[in-house]
């Protein structure tokens, strides 16, 4: 019995092809070459676990159009509750007393009365 049984896309471990499916841990005829799929018998030989490498699912985790860019909020306007890391400068000086009453705030708020 195999400890982990691979479902999926994976690079192929035989190196016959770019990709190779795999269903309930054992390699089918499936396999892909530039983004083409065709069919071709895994060979008889063993492979170790350790040649399978997980294959990207589809052209977009290539391509990168599933990723967002740093200021993609502040161009869709939904960034209004978000700050820049130089904004700290407009936040009230640090003050110890402020500190030690929210921890006791925190306190006043979860334990129960006694």
Known sequence: MKPYRAQGWYRDPFHLHED?????????KLVRDGGQECQDEP??????????VRAPDGEDDISGRDLLRADD????GVGA?????DDASLDPPYSADAAKRRVFDVFDQTM???
């Open 112 to 114: 129960p009365p006694i």
């Open 20 to 28: 190779r499916y795999f269903s309930a841990g054992e390699p089918t």
């Open 73 to 76: 909020a502040e161009r869709r």
């Open 81 to 85: 509750r978000l700050r820049r890391a």
């Open 43 to 52: 060979p008889d030989q063993p492979y170790a676990a350790a040649d399978l």
